[in-house]
Structure formats: C-alpha cells, structure tokens
C-alpha cells in the first residue's frame, strides 16, 4: 500500500491550486479525479455546439453521476429533471460541472469577481438595514468567520498567479474613470487589460449611463494577452460550456496543475473516483480513501492529510457515505444562483456569436447592501450584467422569444431577422439558506459502484422570486433605453435548481456545533481531513464563487503547507 503525505480529491478550481504550492513546498501528493487529464490535442477542434452544449462531452451526464432532486421533504426525487426531455442539453450550467483536471475552470465563462466587504457580513448589514426581524422565517443566514481583508491578499494572488484581465477601480482607494466606483479595495490592478469588447455590449454602456447608472468592464479569467506562456483570446465565440483550445482561459489544467507536475511530488491517476474517505477505528482521524480506476479495480491509499475538493455537492457525498454528517450540518444550508435571464433585441446588429459570453459591462449600482428601497421585500442585491457574445445557433433557438412558434417559417423568419440582433443580461440574485434546502444521499438511486446518488431538495422561495422580478425591472428599463423591439424574461420560479454555482454545504465556522469545518476548511470531526471550496460558504451574494473558491483554495494551501511540513513533507 503506496502512502502519501496528502490525497487530493478532484483537481479542479480549488484541487488544482492545492496541488501547486504543497508539490512545491515539497509533499507528495496523491491527485485523484474521476475525469481525464486532457492535452491540448483534445481540443483543438472544440467549435462543436452538438458535442459540447447538447451532448455535454465533458459533463459527466445523470448517466454516471446521477442527481436527484425534490422541491419539498414531502415530494418524491427526480432525476434532474429539468434537464431531460427533447430539448434539453447536457450544457453543464444546469447541471454538475465539467469533470476532468480542471473541473469547472474547464467549462466556465469565466466571469471573476471578488466578493464585497459586505457580503461577508450579510446577516449583520442586512439587520442593520432592515432590522433583524425581516429575514426570512426559517432561514440560517449567518456572517462569515472571516472577512474581505482577510481574503484580499489571496484574491490578489488568484488575479496574478492565474492570470485574470480587467480594469480595477479601487486601487488603495484611488478610483479610475470608467472603472467600479463600488469595487472593495484592493492594492494592485489586474495583470491583464479588458478583453475586446463586444459589440452589443456598446448601446446597453451608453443606456446605463443615461439611466445614471456605473458601467464597467467585466474582470475576467481570460487572457486579454499572452500571459505565462498562455495565448491571448481568439474571440472563437465558444467559451461557456466548452474548453479553450488555445489554453487562453485560466484554468487549472493549463495554470496550476502543469506547474505541480513539474516538481516531480505530484502522482495524478486521473479516471480514479474516490468511493469513500477512510479513517481509524474510533472514526477521529483519516487515514486514507479507497478509489476504482478506469479498470474498475479497487485501491486503497494512506496519507495523513485528505482534501477534499471534488466540487461542493460530490464533496457532500463522499462525507456522507464515509459517514461523516458533521453533527448533522454536512449537506445543510444549500445555496445556488438564480440568474433571471432577460433577452431582448435591438434595431443595431450585436453580432452574438463573436467573442467571449462576458466580453462586456455590469452594474453594481444595485448590489449586495445597495440594493434599492422596494415593496417586495428584497434584501440584498446584485450586479446587472450585460451578454454579449458566445451565442451559438442551438443555444439562441432555446433562448428565443417564447411568443414565437419553434418551427415553420415563422420561426425561420424570427431566427433570420432577429439572431444578429439579440442582447442578454442575467443578475445572480441572492439565494438565502434555509432549514429545508439541504443535500443528502437518496435512499433509492445509486450508481454504478452502488453509491446512492446525491439528492437536493430545494424550491425557490418568495424573497428568491421577489428578487428576480425587482432585477428584471431593472433591466427591462435598461432595454427600453436601447430601444428593444422585443423583450422577455425567464419565470422568477425557473424550473432548474442547480447552476454550478452550488454553494454552502459543509459551511465553515468556528463551533461545530453549526458548522462542517474551520475556515480552512479543516473538517471540526476528523483530524487530517478537509473540504474545500464553495460547500464552505456562509452567504451567498450575487458574484460567481470562482474567484472566491480559488482565494480560499491559496489561504488553505498555506495553512496545510505547515501542516504538512510539521509532518516531515
């Protein structure tokens, strides 16, 4: 039996990173992934919307990984449901994330924010504000046990060390033109300038400004220009959803995992699932997982430190089935981004199939504590993003204007005339956490080792729905400024319930009373083991986690540097 000073669960967003500085601070590493570890060679030909979107070649699919899902304890379980059907696709932003070294930075569009000051403070400004008694009955929002300084220094090196592009504005409090005037701060810009900017992404600018709104370029984990080796952007138009052929975003497979690979500390078995966490007799200590590679033979492997960051949702079930539930809190306080998705089109081309998803401009005029006085109860906001590009032929027939019949010449007519003309925006409205929105293992669905499947129970509750209808205000006002000849948006209550961007389900914490592990992510009940990620997440605003899970992933990794070296790495 091989031992290892750490085993690494999923080398993903945050896996990856973890992977890099232990390898180069000298321990063996153990990286395990139920995926590939791709090569450039496997995507050089990735402009595939059949392969890709509809067919999910890089989503593990319910097929292998199945997931259930229920809106109430009191409703049987489904298999994603809102992903079956004839015209449904296995595109992963509904579902689970890409698989393989990389993860979810393989899929991703890339969007990279840090979180605001207050966000790691909701419960705390939302009392101040509001009063305390106005958070919804039942929910278990707290604050989280760290705060934006303390993660400041880690979002910076995320920016710098995985190579983002924007245009910052608060650089130790001095605010540029055209930047975010409510951006936290921070003490150096980002390494890269703006990605070019889409052409629909132009009227929406100057229709926020005329509304007195604060545009700004979206920051993004996408090289404007080369950067460590990495190819600047091509503007190919198919980014959310598919891999980089020319290794242009930033993810881990081409960032961090390469640069752990070449320490030569660094043992990765890819097409290696992890079947369960083992730990000694009395269940106080891990010792080691037991994994099935791509020949389904059975292994066990010993380290003193396991880490887990195998996503949030599968990070629950391999805690589950080890049986380890935290005092109950493992798959508690689930969280996930409703995107109120709101399209229209305009009397200018916007050209939607050039360039990246995000190659555009938001808002924060309206986000977390700003939010604005309304009668709908909304408590927190978010950012109003504009949409500008990776609009492929298939994606635009599912998005198009629902008024419109989906075959005939009418709406041969409709694509033909309004395809080139088509403009997005999305928010990622506050999703609170709430006593009966949790994770666990479904009692009757398995996989193919025999593993129960992970099991959501969630539905969208009134402030999540009050939410997206006070957001789509915001941005109906925004297309009537540009002159929209058509608008629709997405129901408040849309039938999907996970986003990729799942979050809170081992929440860290200080007593483990009320949560899974320290902020860390060390887990409260097992010495050596960790959980890593978005699962640790207190609140959830309406940023994308990424950038936030990857300045967590290098805070843990410096804690678990010591560590290691404390145990002769």
Same mark, same amino acid.
């Given at each position: 039996?091989?031992?290892?000073? /750490?085993?690494?669960?999923?080398?993903?967003?945050?896996?990856?990173?973890?992977?890099?500085?232990?390898?180069?601070?000298?321990?063996?590493?153990?990286?395990?992934?139920?995926?590939?570890?791709? +090569?450039?060679?496997?995507?050089?030909?990735?402009?595939?919307?059949?392969?890709?979107?509809?067919?999910?070649?890089?989503?593990?699919?319910?097929?292998?990984?199945?997931?259930?899902?229920?809106?109430?304890?009191?409703?049987?379980?489904? $298999?994603?449901?809102?992903?079956?059907?004839?015209?449904?696709?296995?595109?992963?932003?509904?579902?689970?994330?890409?698989?393989?070294?990389?993860?979810?930075?393989? =899929?991703?569009?890339?969007?990279?924010?840090?979180?605001?000051?207050?966000?790691?403070?909701?419960?705390?400004?939302?009392?101040?504000?509001?009063?305390?008694?106005?958070?919804?009955?039942?929910?278990?929002?707290?604050?989280?046990?760290?705060?934006?300084?303390?993660?400041?220094?880690?979002?910076?090196?995320?920016?710098?060390?995985?190579?983002?592009?924007?245009?910052?504005?608060?650089?130790?409090?001095?605010?540029?033109?055209?930047?975010?005037?409510?951006?936290?701060?921070?003490?150096?810009?980002?390494?890269?300038?703006?990605?070019?900017?889409?052409?629909?992404?132009?009227?929406?600018?100057?229709?926020?400004?005329?509304?007195?709104?604060?545009?700004?370029?979206?920051?993004?984990?996408?090289?404007?220009?080369?950067?460590?080796?990495?190819?600047?952007?091509?503007?190919?138009?198919?980014?959310?959803?598919?891999?980089?052929?020319?290794?242009?975003?930033?993810?881990?497979?081409? +960032?961090?995992?390469?640069?752990?690979?070449?320490?030569?500390?660094?043992?990765?078995?890819?097409?290696?699932?992890?079947?369960?966490?083992?730990?000694?007799?009395?269940?106080?200590? /891990?010792?080691?997982?037991?994994?099935?590679?791509?020949?389904?033979? /059975? =292994?066990?492997?010993?380290?003193?430190? /396991?880490?887990?960051?195998?996503?949030?949702?599968?990070?629950?079930?391999?805690?589950?089935?080890?049986?380890?539930?935290?005092?109950?809190?493992?798959?508690?306080?689930?969280?996930?981004?409703?995107?109120?998705?709101?399209?229209?089109?305009?009397?200018?081309?916007?050209?939607?199939?050039?360039?990246?998803?995000?190659?555009?401009?938001?808002?924060?005029?309206?986000?977390?504590?700003?939010?604005?006085?309304?009668?709908?109860?909304?408590?927190?906001?978010?950012?109003?993003?504009?949409?500008?590009?990776?609009?492929?032929?298939?994606?635009?027939?599912?998005?198009?204007?629902?008024?419109?019949?989906?075959?005939?010449?009418?709406?041969?007519?409709?694509?033909?005339?309004?395809?080139?003309?088509? =403009?997005?925006?999305?928010?990622?409205?506050?999703?609170?956490?709430?006593?009966?929105?949790?994770?666990?293992?479904?009692?009757?669905?398995?996989?193919?080792?025999?593993?129960?499947?992970?099991?959501?129970? =969630?539905?969208?509750?009134?402030?999540?729905?009050?939410?997206?209808?006070?957001?789509?205000?915001?941005?109906?006002?925004?297309?009537?400024?540009?002159?929209?000849?058509?608008?629709?948006?997405?129901?408040?209550?849309?039938?999907?319930?996970?986003?990729?961007?799942?979050?809170?389900?081992?929440?860290?914490?200080?007593?483990?009373?009320?949560?899974?592990?320290?902020?860390?992510?060390?887990?409260?009940?097992?010495?050596?083991?960790?959980? $890593?990620?978005?699962?640790?997440?207190?609140?959830?605003?309406?940023?994308?986690?990424?950038?936030? $899970?990857?300045?967590?992933?290098?805070?843990?990794?410096?804690?678990?540097?010591?560590?290691?070296?404390?145990?002769?790495?």
């Amino acid at each position: 039996m091989t031992s290892f000073d /750490v085993i690494i669960v999923g080398l993903g967003s945050a896996g990856g990173i973890l992977a890099e500085r232990l390898t180069t601070a000298g321990a063996r590493v153990l990286g395990l992934d139920k995926g590939a570890d791709y +090569t450039a060679e496997d995507f050089e030909i990735k402009q595939d919307e059949l392969r890709y979107y509809q067919r999910g070649a890089i989503v593990s699919g319910v097929t292998v990984d199945p997931v259930t899902w229920r809106a109430d304890e009191s409703t049987s379980a489904r $298999i994603l449901p809102w992903s079956a059907g004839a015209l449904g696709s296995d595109e992963p932003l509904y579902g689970m994330p890409s698989i393989g070294i990389g993860g979810g930075t393989l =899929h991703w569009g890339c969007a990279a924010y840090r979180f605001r000051e207050a966000d790691f403070r909701m419960r705390s400004a939302i009392a101040e504000r509001f009063g305390a008694d106005k958070l919804p009955e039942g929910s278990t929002l707290s604050d989280w046990p760290i705060s934006y300084a303390d993660l400041e220094p880690y979002y910076e090196r995320v920016e710098w060390e995985q190579g983002y592009s924007g245009r910052a504005g608060n650089i130790k409090g001095q605010f540029a033109p055209g930047t975010n005037p409510f951006e936290p701060p921070r003490n150096r810009d980002y390494p890269m300038p703006p990605v070019p900017q889409g052409p629909g992404d132009l009227p929406w600018v100057a229709a926020a400004e005329r509304l007195g709104m604060h545009p700004f370029r979206q920051p993004l984990a996408i090289n404007s220009t080369e950067y460590e080796g990495r190819a600047a952007c091509l503007n190919c138009g198919f980014c959310h959803g598919y891999p980089c052929h020319v290794g242009a975003k930033s993810s881990t497979h081409v +960032t961090s995992v390469p640069a752990a690979k070449l320490t030569g500390n660094l043992d990765l078995r890819p097409h290696s699932r992890v079947l369960r966490v083992n730990r000694t007799p009395d269940g106080r200590r /891990v010792v080691g997982v037991t994994y099935v590679d791509g020949s389904d033979t /059975v =292994h066990e492997v010993e380290a003193p430190i /396991v880490v887990l960051t195998a996503y949030a949702l599968e990070n629950v079930r391999l805690l589950l089935v080890s049986g380890i539930d935290g005092r109950g809190n493992v798959g508690a306080n689930f969280m996930t981004h409703n995107f109120g998705w709101f399209a229209s089109i305009l009397p200018e081309p916007t050209n939607p199939f050039l360039g990246t998803f995000n190659a555009s401009s938001a808002v924060d005029d309206f986000t977390s504590e700003l939010v604005p006085d309304n009668d709908l109860g909304v408590l927190w906001g978010s950012p109003v993003i504009s949409v500008t590009g990776d609009l492929q032929p298939i994606e635009a027939y599912h998005l198009m204007n629902p008024s419109v019949k989906k075959y005939g010449l009418e709406f041969k007519h409709w694509m033909r005339d309004n395809y080139t003309h088509m =403009h997005r925006m999305y928010s990622q409205t506050t999703n609170f956490p709430y006593r009966e929105h949790y994770v666990d293992l479904d009692p009757n669905i398995v996989d193919r080792w025999g593993v129960p499947a992970v099991r959501i129970t =969630h539905d969208w509750a009134n402030h999540d729905a009050n939410s997206v209808t006070l957001f789509g205000e915001i941005k109906q006002r925004i297309a009537r400024e540009m002159g929209a000849t058509q608008t629709w948006m997405d129901s408040p209550r849309p039938p999907y319930h996970l986003s990729t961007h799942d979050v809170g389900v081992h929440r860290m914490g200080f007593d483990p009373e009320t949560s899974v592990t320290d902020p860390f992510g060390a887990v409260h009940d097992v010495d050596g083991l960790y959980a $890593i990620g978005g699962g640790g997440f207190v609140s959830y605003g309406g940023y994308n986690p990424n950038q936030t $899970i990857q300045a967590l992933a290098y805070m843990s990794a410096e804690h678990l540097v010591e560590r290691a070296g404390a145990r002769g790495a």
